[in-house]
């Protein structure tokens, strides 16, 4: 009798040293990391954890204030308290209207409410059922970035603000109001003041980031900032992060980058000097160590032409800024940090009974479906009560099914659901996860987890006709 053997000891310890879900790394598309030699790191939200709920109040409290200060806006909008939960990423503001739209892949709004208030299905359908929601026309704005919830929240207050006292100015202009002020707390320097006063307070010190760092270093790779955050505010955060000297990790430090528009302009960079001043002639080359404020992705390459192929990989938490522009204008590689990921995955271990359930019953209602579509033609024969009975099922799975899927929509957020899904769809926001991220994860430390010759290689995808 033959004794199976016991695997190799590499591979017990291979499997004990998984991390847990909340901190692996997904795959869209194979990645053979030791092919990479460079990596490059926005700084918000991807290299910098924010407190979320601490950054966003204060960005929603500094936003009203501007209003009410410069843009003439009543004082009790002051009033309004921030609503931590009412918004995700991957919404669209219907600036016309007032609406907020979540959107499935395909363009179909699943979703909508007005300020705070659901719009019910005949209102979702007499509105948007036969209009495909185009989200790059100028009506409407997409959040893709967490820095974007606390306008999204604010302007949803502002709409039931407005619709219960009257007045108040069109939707465009309230919107374009918010953003306008949102973005000038942080061109003026007053959100950040407010921050650097007390970096603890809003940043979240991650202890595994610097062994990250240094491991990939140790294994080849060579480090690099771009940011579009300024030298002064980026210094004292990353000094922050790594209380042991943050210069020696990385090889180029890229500030005040414009993302998006480093990845789609000419223009140079200039030197920052040991002043901390921005140098006024353009820099001819880029020097190790060196930093560097401006500058695109053409002037990159042709500084450093190492780094303009797909042995660059970047990491980024923007969709847009950071992922999609720099998959489509470079040849680098990508990953994106979703921070949702841990609370996600968490949520999705404790509901899996519910998702056994929800996978029986949409078996039994496919069965039921065809049963009664073969009684109604005639194709099963005719049994007028077997038919009721049927009917009678079919209305009673369909109605556990959207009970036990609105429970599990709840659970993730109480209006929205998860944030990568839209009914049995992927939302908009996970259809552009899954088409530009080459590799994703929950934060930078989670590399810590994988070698820095790790292949991450996709699971199989199958076609709907190859399943089964």
């Known amino acids: 009798m033959s004794v199976p053997l016991a695997p190799p000891v590499e591979a017990v310890a291979s499997i004990a040293a998984a991390p847990p879900p909340g901190r692996r790394v997904f795959v ?37 204030q501007r209003l009410v200060e410069h843009l003439g806006y009543p004082e009790t909008i002051l009033a309004v308290p921030y609503d931590a939960d009412f918004v995700t990423r991957g919404l669209a503001v219907d600036t016309r209207f007032g609406n907020i739209l979540k959107v499935d892949r395909h363009g179909y709004v699943g979703r909508a409410y007005r300020g705070r208030r659901r719009l019910d299905r005949a209102e979702r359908h007499e509105r948007y059922r036969n209009v495909k929601v185009r989200l790059h026309a100028k009506r409407y704005h997409w959040i893709d970035t967490l820095f974007a919830l606390p306008e999204v929240s604010l302007f949803a207050s502002l709409v039931d603000f407005f619709d219960d006292v009257g007045g108040g100015p069109p939707y465009e202009k309230m919107f374009a109001d918010v953003r306008e002020s949102i973005d000038t707390c942080h061109r003026d320097g007053s959100l950040k003041a407010i921050l650097t006063e007390d970096l603890g307070r809003f940043i979240i010190r991650d202890p595994e980031l610097g062994d990250t760092l240094e491991r990939l270093r140790r294994g080849g790779k060579k480090l690099f900032v771009l940011t579009n955050s300024e030298w002064s505010y980026t210094q004292k955060v990353l000094a922050f992060l790594l209380p042991g000297g943050w210069r020696q990790h990385f090889q180029l430090t890229l500030v005040a980058g414009q993302k998006p528009s480093f990845f789609t302009q000419d223009l140079p960079f200039h030197a920052i000097t040991e002043q901390d001043d921005v140098a006024p002639q353009p820099a001819s080359v880029l020097e190790d160590g060196g930093v560097y404020a401006g500058g695109s992705i053409r002037a990159l390459t042709r500084l450093r032409p190492e780094l303009g192929g797909e042995t660059v990989l970047y990491v980024g938490d923007h969709i ?26 968490l949520l999705k271990r404790q509901l899996a009974e519910h998702q056994v359930t929800l996978e029986l019953l949409w078996s039994r209602r496919d069965l039921l479906e065809f049963e009664v579509q073969g009684l ?27 009970r036990i899927r609105d429970h599990v929509d709840s659970r993730y957020n109480p209006y929205w659901g998860s944030v990568f899904r839209e009914g049995n769809e992927l939302s908009r926001f996970g259809e552009q996860v899954e088409s530009y991220a080459c590799i994703y994860t929950s934060r930078v430390s989670n590399l810590l987890h994988y070698s820095p010759h790790q292949y991450f290689r996709r699971p199989r995808h199958w076609m709907p006709h190859e399943k089964g």
């Open 28 to 64: 869209n598309r194979n990645l053979r990391f030791e092919e990479i030699e460079w990596i490059g790191f926005d700084m918000d939200y991807t290299l910098a954890r924010y407190a979320k709920r601490e950054l966003e109040r204060l960005s929603f409290d500094l936003t009203k």
């Open 320 to 345: 847009y800024g950071d992922i999609i522009r720099s998959k489509k204008d470079t040849l680098w590689r990508t990953a994106l940090i979703l921070e949702e990921l841990e609370d996600e995955l």
């Open 376 to 402: 109604e033609s005639g194709r099963l024969g005719s049994d007028p009560k077997r038919l009721e009975n049927q009917r009678r099922e079919l209305s009673e799975v369909n109605a556990e099914l959207r």
